[in-house]
């Protein structure tokens, strides 16, 4: 895509790469995805979008879930017939990036799954073979 994209260039209905958030259906445009997941890790993926808005506000975002899907497999040319593979996690970080053209911004999210609040924890004991006295 490039900088001089339209509103009306703006939808994700044939796009390999698709994202669902609180914002709305087409407000957000992804353009770059990197997930790192492994065996007993848990995922992070780092999106690189573009905003209608100029101005997302941290909290229409942050702590929100987000859905993510990447095509891996075409299907038999209708839309929507691929096989797509799902991503789904909290926006755990939310980077403003330079303003594009005609009131567009970009940005950078990090979305990870919801057990990674179980990580967030601080000041937590084990006492053992104490009573509550």
């Known amino acids: 895509m490039n900088d001089q994209s339209s509103f009306s260039d703006f939808v994700q209905a044939s796009r390999v790469l698709k994202v ?12 770059r995805l990197a997930v790192d997941e492994g065996v007993s890790r848990l995922f992070e993926i780092h999106l690189t979008l573009r905003a209608k808005k100029e101005a997302v506000k941290p909290e229409e975002l942050i702590g929100r879930l987000v859905d993510v899907s990447v095509e891996i497999s075409q299907g038999d040319g209708e839309e929507g017939s691929g096989i797509r593979r799902p991503f789904n ?24 799954p919801q057990m990674w609040l179980l990580s967030r924890r601080s000041d937590c004991r084990i006492w053992m073979d104490k009573t509550a006295v």
Not at 20 to 31: A, V, Y
């Open 89 to 112: 996690g909290l926006v755990t970080e939310l980077h403003e990036g330079p303003p594009i053209t005609r009131g567009m911004r970009s940005y950078a999210l990090t979305l990870r």
């Open 20 to 31: 669902k958030s609180p914002l709305g259906e087409d407000q957000l445009l992804p353009e």
